[in-house]
């Protein structure tokens, strides 16, 4: 599975791609900073799933989500720190087409994963 990752912390990039490694048939085929840039990512290379946080500078992930739908469709879970502050953009990303929302997996100092497991079972199921 080709997957797209777009987060604007660098940290939460390098752990959704350390995750996305560990999976058998699944590879991270590029990482976007913005909803912009995920926009002409996903033209050049439209992947299977985008792993799309929301709140990010220039273009937040709900109004990249839809215009990933509007022009080329494919399967998106949103991977937010806080479920619940954003809640809302939640709701209106899953009303342009997104599939499912997780926590954002975080890391602690001996390298596991916390909520990491959430996100492999929406990314493999």
């Given amino acids: 599975m080709k997957i797209g990752i777009v987060n604007d912390v660098s940290m939460a990039v390098r752990i959704l791609t350390k995750i996305v490694m560990e999976l058998t048939h699944h590879k991270v085929i590029w990482c976007a900073y913005n909803g912009v840039e995920a ?11 985008i792993l799309m946080d929301l709140l ?3 273009m937040d992930g709900v109004t990249a989500t839809q215009k990933i739908m509007q022009n080329t469709p494919c399967a998106i879970l949103i991977v937010t720190s806080s479920l619940q502050k954003n809640l809302s953009m939640v709701y209106e990303a899953m009303g342009h087409g997104a599939l499912d929302v997780v926590k954002t997996p ?13 996100l492999i079972k929406k990314i493999t199921t």
């Fill in 106 to 118: 975080s890391i602690d100092s001996m390298e596991a994963f916390f909520n990491g497991h959430d």
């Fill in 56 to 58: 990010m500078p220039m």
């Fill in 39 to 49: 926009i002409q990512k996903c033209a050049a290379e439209t992947p299977d799933l």
